[in-house]
T-cell receptor, first 113, second 119 residues
Framework: DAKTTQPPSMDCAEGRAANLPCNHSTISGNEYVYWYRQIHSQGPQYIIH???NNETNEMASLIITEDRKSSTLILPHATLRDTAVYYCIVRVGSGAGSYQLTFGKGTKLSVIP | GAVVSQHPSWVICKSGTSVKIECRSL??????MFWYRQFPKQSLMLMATSNEGSKATYEQGVEKDKFLINHASLTLSTLTVTSAHPEDSSFYIC???????????????FGPGTRLTVL
């Protein structure tokens, strides 16, 4: 699976949009971009994933550049409960061995009142 | 999303004893379950992958005789830490993925984790 690069930490004011960047310049054509987050002392929580089109769900939006070498996770109105470590992961979406997730260091997002 | 539970949520044991951690998928059938370990201030590290009814596949550096994994049903996997030592103290997290094409596709859903402290 391709490797990702994320800033180690970010701050965001409560109520504002949080934009978390991720670089994945070596991503392959069949690799998806996944985002998970981990609140302190809890298991990771799935947020969203995409292949090449932008995606939106009730939690967040995922913007993937046209060349797919980077993406941005957007939390439209950050709350204090969104304080967590956010992991950007690329993986093959299907096929043998496709299910493994390799976690990097992620971005620690601190939402400030 | 689908729900995965772990039991116990925390455990303290004496050095040399064995500890069993259960991972259950509550509302879907998990064909594959994963076990991760996370040390303080570090990221999750995959320990092993288990498929229902077959032997687990361990990552390099993980002792299969020390970390026994059983995936006997589509809703339950267990991790037994045998002869635990203080260096085994960690946060153990399981995840499960459902049947491809099923309601939850091949997404991984994580349990809440089990904090093991070995004295």
């Amino acid at each position: 699976d391709a490797k990702t690069t994320q800033p180690p930490s970010m701050d965001c004011a409560e109520g504002r949009a949080a934009n978390l960047p991720c670089n994945h310049s070596t991503i392959s054509g069949n690799e998806y971009v996944y985002w998970y987050r981990q609140i302190h002392s809890q298991g990771p929580q799935y947020i969203i994933h995409g292949l090449k089109n932008n995606e939106t769900n009730e939690m967040a939006s995922l913007i993937i550049t046209e060349d797919r070498k980077s993406s941005t996770l957007i939390l439209p109105h950050a709350t204090l409960r969104d304080t967590a470590v956010y992991y950007c992961i690329v993986r093959v979406g299907s096929g043998a061995g496709s299910y493994q997730l390799t976690f990097g260091k992620g971005t620690k997002l601190s939402v400030i009142p | 999303g689908a729900v995965v539970s772990q039991h116990p949520s925390w455990v303290i044991c004496k050095s040399g004893t064995s500890v069993k951690i259960e991972c259950r998928s509550l509302d879907f059938q998990a064909t594959t379950m994963f076990w991760y370990r996370q040390f303080p201030k570090q990221s999750l590290m995959l320990m092993a992958t288990s498929n229902e009814g077959s032997k687990a596949t361990y990552e390099q550096g993980v002792e299969k005789d020390k970390f026994l994994i059983n995936h006997a049903s589509l809703t339950l996997s267990t991790l037994t830490v045998t002869s635990a030592h203080p260096e085994d103290s960690s946060f153990y997290i399981c995840s499960a993925t459902g049947l491809a094409g099923g309601t939850w596709g091949d997404e991984q859903f994580f349990g809440p984790g089990t904090r093991l402290t070995v004295l």
